[in-house]
């Protein structure tokens, strides 16, 4: 839902007054308008890609974009309310490790069909993508993206490799900072929290929780985290490299939610793992120096 003041207060004192006759007609209400995107912002990429292809995922005709190469697929998932263009500083130090680029407009984002969307459809989006493309290496996700990806991979998608940027373990907080955004009493932001868990239930997921699913893969993952992020808590790193035995997290300082996308340390850290260079046992070409950044475990 877009921040905009005048339809913020319209839409508050609506549910309001729907919810003091019906929480559970509010509730419902509710959960239509968390589904629904912000402005539409059409992708941005330097350089072009070499392709433009569409596919269907359930309901949704998706776009994505290629960069061909003689190596194995790295595929890049964006956040909410974001477009593939957002990891666009990934694809050329991709590019130049030989590597074929993928990255795709999540249902309702981008050139991607829809107006309303959800965790599940991104979840069917990334799983689609990863198993319609070939050879793939590792994924590349921001934000709302990461437990798309997290939860596709769950779903038996293969994910070899991720490096998984800003990304929160659970999509109740979201309602959560939905319903506050709204002013909605209590009873409402229960009715919410109730709706939500039977929408995701019927499209058949038991769990969206990361912590919960992740000791169950397979994969290794690089859990990318600014220190300073306003939007998805740190602390939501340190539970999901807790939960996930294959992974590492690497701590930043002062880039928020959005800089470790455009940050050359950051983003050299990141193709490193994502092409398997970091490991003690390829020998890497030597890439820029840029600054340092910690490890924090793993």
Same mark, same amino acid.
């Given at each position: 839902?877009?921040?905009?003041?005048?339809?913020?207060?319209?839409?508050?004192?609506?549910?309001?007054?729907?919810?003091?006759?019906?929480?559970?007609?509010?509730?419902?209400?509710?959960?239509?308008?968390?589904?629904?995107?912000?402005?539409?912002?059409?992708?941005?990429?330097?350089?072009?890609?070499?392709?433009?292809?569409?596919?269907?995922?359930?309901?949704?005709?998706?776009?994505?974009?290629?960069?061909?190469?003689?190596?194995?697929?790295?595929?890049?998932?964006?956040?909410?309310?974001?477009?593939?263009?957002?990891?666009?500083?990934?694809?050329?130090?991709?590019?130049?490790?030989?590597?074929?680029?993928?990255?795709?407009?999540?249902?309702?984002?981008?050139?991607?069909?829809?107006?309303?969307?959800?965790?599940?459809?991104?979840?069917?989006?990334?799983?689609?993508?990863?198993?319609?493309?070939?050879?793939?290496?590792?994924?590349?996700?921001?934000?709302?993206?990461?437990?798309?990806?997290?939860?596709?991979?769950?779903?038996?998608?293969? =994910?070899? %490799? $991720?490096?998984?940027? @800003?990304?929160?373990? &659970?999509? /109740?907080?979201?309602?959560? !900072?939905?319903?506050? *955004?709204?002013?909605?009493?209590?009873?409402?932001?229960?009715?919410?929290?109730?709706?939500?868990?039977?929408?995701?239930?019927?499209?058949?997921?038991?769990?969206?929780?990361?912590?919960?699913?992740?000791?169950?893969?397979?994969?290794?993952?690089?859990?990318?985290?600014?220190?300073?992020?306003?939007?998805?808590?740190?602390?939501?790193?340190?539970? =999901?490299? %807790? $939960?996930?035995?294959? @992974?590492?997290?690497? &701590?930043? /300082?002062?880039?928020?939610? !959005?800089?470790?996308? *455009?940050?050359?340390?950051?983003?050299?850290?990141?193709?490193?793992?994502?092409?398997?260079?970091?490991?003690?046992?390829?020998?890497?070409?030597?890439?820029?120096?840029?600054?340092?950044?910690?490890?924090?475990?793993?």
């Amino acid at each position: 839902m877009a921040d905009n003041s005048t339809n913020v207060r319209l839409l508050s004192s609506f549910l309001r007054g729907l919810g003091a006759v019906s929480p559970a007609a509010a509730a419902r209400l509710g959960i239509q308008l968390f589904r629904l995107t912000g402005p539409r912002r059409q992708p941005r990429f330097t350089p072009a890609p070499d392709a433009v292809e569409h596919f269907h995922a359930g309901r949704h005709r998706l776009a994505s974009y290629v960069w061909e190469g003689g190596g194995p697929t790295v595929v890049l998932v964006h956040g909410w309310n974001g477009t593939s263009g957002d990891l666009s500083a990934f694809v050329a130090p991709l590019r130049d490790t030989g590597r074929r680029v993928v990255a795709i407009d999540l249902p309702a984002h981008g050139r991607s069909s829809g107006r309303l969307s959800d965790l599940t459809e991104a979840v069917e989006a990334v799983e689609a993508v990863l198993r319609r493309e070939p050879s793939i290496e590792a994924v590349i996700a921001h934000s709302f993206g990461v437990p798309a990806t997290v939860l596709a991979a769950a779903r038996g998608a293969p =994910l070899p %490799r $991720a490096v998984l940027i @800003s990304g929160p373990t &659970a999509v /109740e907080p979201y309602l959560e !900072r939905f319903g506050q *955004v709204l002013g909605l009493p209590p009873a409402i932001r229960e009715a919410l929290r109730r709706r939500l868990r039977m929408f995701l239930e019927r499209a058949g997921f038991q769990t969206v929780d990361l912590t919960v699913v992740a000791p169950r893969l397979d994969g290794r993952a690089l859990i990318v985290h600014d220190r300073s992020d306003r939007e998805v808590p740190f602390l939501s790193a340190q539970a =999901l490299h %807790r $939960a996930w035995s294959g @992974s590492k997290l690497l &701590a930043t /300082e002062g880039l928020g939610h !959005r800089r470790l996308l *455009v940050d050359p340390a950051a983003i050299e850290r990141a193709v490193r793992f994502a092409v398997g260079w970091e490991r003690k046992d390829v020998e890497a070409p030597v890439l820029p120096q840029s600054r340092e950044l910690r490890v924090v475990g793993g």
